[in-house]
């Protein structure tokens, strides 16, 4: 008799970090882009106008990247986190394995519906995984706790 083959592993979630987890340089880049679009009303000189706006564009390319580079996974077997745009780290965590799974919102992130979802296993000390500045991060959190009760792993968050 040959053994079962394990059961498929299905998508539940995937996400990256919103925006507003990078809102300062937004904010940065927003202001470099005005500052040289009212430069180049009052007819400044022309590379003042372009390196503002250049400096603005390259902020928001940046933090398109980066967000690009954070992708987190949450399947019916695993949790994972792969970090890096074109030099690539990835770490996961069976569901099973999992000892516990905080949430941290610092005011400013409660302000903004954002959150950090933190993933511990036994095999390490400290955090895993942590799922970084995403939005609705309460309801990601409750999706790992049932992916891990369905998985066969502990409820004792």
Known sequence: MSPTPPPPEEPLWEGHPSYWYWWPYILFADLCAAAGLLMGLHRFAGVWVWSSLGVGAAVHLGVWARRQGKVYRLTSQRAMMRLGFLARTE???????????NLKQSLAQRLLGLGDVEISSAAREGVEINFAGIARAEKVKEAVRGARLAAGGKDGD
């Not at 770490?91 to 799974?101: G, K, N, P, Y």
């Open 91 to 101: 770490s996961e965590v069976e569901l099973r394995d999992i000892r516990s799974i």
